[in-house]
DNA sequence: CGGATCGAC
DNA sequence: CTATGTCGATCCG
């Protein structure tokens, strides 16, 4: 039985109006009162209806989900399942690997600190990185006694300390020191992974074994270097794994560093305690989705394994598992530059209704994109518009071309022709992003040649690639050959020509589950809203763009199917699969539905196997 | 694939 | 008056 009560409901709004850092460290003094001022303060604004809104999906999400629970459990051995849960456990703790040192290191309050350097007047004052009028990025630790956190907006900080400073961002200064500490990091571990500007992970098993140092030794030392060096303050977290350093590096923060004992017993009783939104990967709504079966701390999950093993698809069982053993990944290694998978660039402004007003945003932005991709060498085949409504309901919207695109005349007329599909609409933000994208750097070997000759495997210089078409001139790409783009407009299964090309067979499991087994195959929980959008939601545009959604060929075939057809059932053939059948238009069409999503997901399968194969063959 | 959601910094 | 920008992952149809 659910609890819908109308306190509950708004206990529930009110904590997620105080923002998604609130479990951050600070040290709040009293955190229902900033609470309080946080959802007074935002009474009334289009951004708390929005809130109130999505608060309030979310709980009817939670009451469907709880149903589904009960319904589950009802029919359910609950010894025999939490017998099968524990016999996972074991196979989990035999794997359990403790034999890397894994260190997170973060900067305390960065850009904060980073300003104070350069302006000491600063220092012991309560100040704020960002502007009244926009979001705050840092708070300086006096700040945070009062509840002011990153994330947050200006005039809500000045409630919450009347006195606060705002001090404008230097970006490039970050950088500068950034640049500076990562290069510290990397002489302890040359393969580290930074991750953002302020923080990183490495593997300093081998460093302490060199030098013959305990790691508390070890980074102890880093961390008065860098301090020596920058004037700056890090904290570190030393354990097993990746997860469990992130959160270590958080307990004695700021300037300080915590070692978790690598032993199971210790982690185990680390973890029974802890917090379930202090795992990487859980937020606030995770977080409430899992408060609502009953599961608060890391050690709940073993109370509900019955639960979480009946609810798989919500949370992710083996997630789950392996977060209450505390084990998670111990693999650093830092992101190539061919993995990445997307650039944009987006803005927000005063809300706009006016067509010209929102074009010349829209320009603005492809100026802003087109120059960051021809500064970083990426040009791509797919374009997606972000719009967010005066309401902040956020949508996008995509196109993909049989080229790869990225000048401003492409971006800004595409862009274009997606929005105005929508309109009319009034924004407060409107953004661009490219994803499929092609690295122009990597067209450095020369006797490649274009996709269609018969080529064996593709260069082996860079570390193996393979999903991305390797090495064409930058004046080539623009210039695609016909058979391609006949391909690529026309069938449905065109990647598998990429495949091929990279000389990768095409298998798809008759059961496609992902492997288990390899450390990498658990997720943070990821559920399903109940309701893809809310009933509210934007001011009946157009038309859903119905035959954007589908390939060209479908389109026309529908097209065709449409035109002259009685209503009697008849023999046709799916365009799709082949399959022929005696059925009526709205049948077919049901079936071909059916069709284009079932290759939607086989497409989806490809790629992430194809994936897994890049990963096998880039690993040293 | 396109769209929506979630999460991290 | 006033609520970011950039990216990756995942799920669904």
Same mark, same amino acid.
């Given at each position: ?96 690997? %403790? ?21 000491? @007047? %600063? ?12 979001? %705050? ?51 302890? @571990? ?101 408060e609502s079966i009953g599961i608060k701390t890391c050690g709940d999950i073993y109370t509900y394994r019955a639960t979480v093993y009946l609810m798989d698809k919500y949370f992710g069982l083996q997630f789950l598992l392996r977060t209450h053993l505390g084990i998670a990944s111990n693999n650093v290694e830092p992101v190539l530059r061919e993995e990445r998978k997307s650039i ?173 087994g390899d450390t990498g195959s658990s997720r943070p929980p990821q559920s399903r809203p109940s309701k893809p959008i809310s009933s509210a939601a934007k001011p009946m545009s157009k038309k859903p763009t119905s035959t954007a959604q589908k390939p060209r060929s479908m389109a026309t075939q529908e097209k065709d199917e449409g035109g002259d057809e009685g209503e009697g059932g ?51």
């Open positions: 039985m659910s609890v819908p009560q109308a306190s509950q409901d708004t206990a529930s709004l009110v904590k997620r109006l105080a923002g998604p850092s609130v479990t951050k460290a600070g040290l709040a003094k009293d955190q229902t009162e900033i609470n309080r001022i946080i959802a007074e303060a935002s009474k009334g604004s289009k951004f708390y209806d929005n809130e109130k809104r999505k608060d309030k999906d979310l709980t009817e999400r939670i009451g469907v989900i709880l149903k589904h629970r009960d319904d589950l459990l009802r029919n359910a051995d609950k010894s025999k399942i939490e017998r099968t849960v524990d016999h996972m456990l074991t196979e989990l703790e035999a794997r359990r690997d %403790l034999s890397q040192i894994i260190v997170h290191v973060d900067m305390d309050a960065f850009y904060a600190n980073v300003e104070m350097l350069d302006n000491p @007047d %600063l220092k012991g004052k309560a100040f704020g990185v960002g502007h009244l009028h926009g979001v %705050l990025t840092t708070a300086s630790y006096e700040a945070r006694k009062f509840g002011v956190r990153s994330g947050m907006p200006g005039f809500i900080a000045k409630k919450l300390c009347p006195d606060l400073i705002f001090v404008d961002i230097h970006f490039k200064r970050y950088s500068e020191m950034s640049a500076v500490i990562m290069d510290i990091f990397k002489q302890y @571990d040359p393969n580290m992974y930074p991750a953002g500007c302020d923080e990183g992970y490495l593997n300093i098993t081998e460093y302490c074994r060199a030098h013959s140092l305990s790691a508390d030794i070890c980074v102890q030392e880093m961390r008065a270097r860098v301090h020596r060096e920058t004037d700056l303050t890090v904290s570190a977290g030393i354990a097993p794994n990746k997860m469990l350093a992130k959160i270590c590096s958080d307990k004695n923060k700021p300037n300080g560093q915590f070692h978790l004992p690598f032993e199971r017993d210790a982690i185990l009783s680390f973890m029974h305690d802890l917090s379930i939104r202090k795992i990487p990967g859980i937020g606030r709504v995770n977080e409430r989705l899992l944009g660039a987006e803005r927000t402004f005063s809300p706009l209704g006016d067509k010209e007003q929102i074009l010349k945003k829209l320009e603005e932005v492809a100026v802003e994109l087109e120059n960051d991709m021809q500064k970083t060498g990426w040009a791509g085949r797919t374009l997606t518009l972000k719009y967010k409504l005066d309401t902040y309901q956020v949508f996008t919207r995509a196109k993909s071309f049989d080229r790869w695109i990225s000048k401003k005349g492409d971006l800004f007329m595409n862009g274009k022709e997606l929005l105005m599909h929508e309109w009319p609409v009034k924004l407060r933000l409107i953004g661009l992003r490219m994803t499929k994208l092609k690295d122009l750097r990597a067209a450095e070997d020369k006797g490649i040649k274009r996709f269609f000759s018969a080529a064996g495997p593709s260069s082996p210089a860079k570390r193996q690639k393979m999903g991305h078409r390797e090495s064409m001139e930058p004046e080539e790409v623009l210039d695609v050959s016909d058979e391609y783009q006949e391909d690529c407009e026309s069938m449905p299964g065109y990647e598998e020509h990429e495949f091929e090309e990279a000389g990768l067979a095409i298998e798809i499991p008759d059961d496609p589950i992902t492997e288990p008849r023999s046709c053939v799916c365009p799709i699969c082949g399959k022929s059948m005696e059925t009526d238009n709205s049948g077919l069409n049901a079936h071909i539905d059916f069709c284009l999503s079932r290759s939607a997901i086989l497409e989806a399968q490809v790629e992430s196997l194809n994936r897994q194969k890049e990963r096998k063959g880039k690993k040293r």
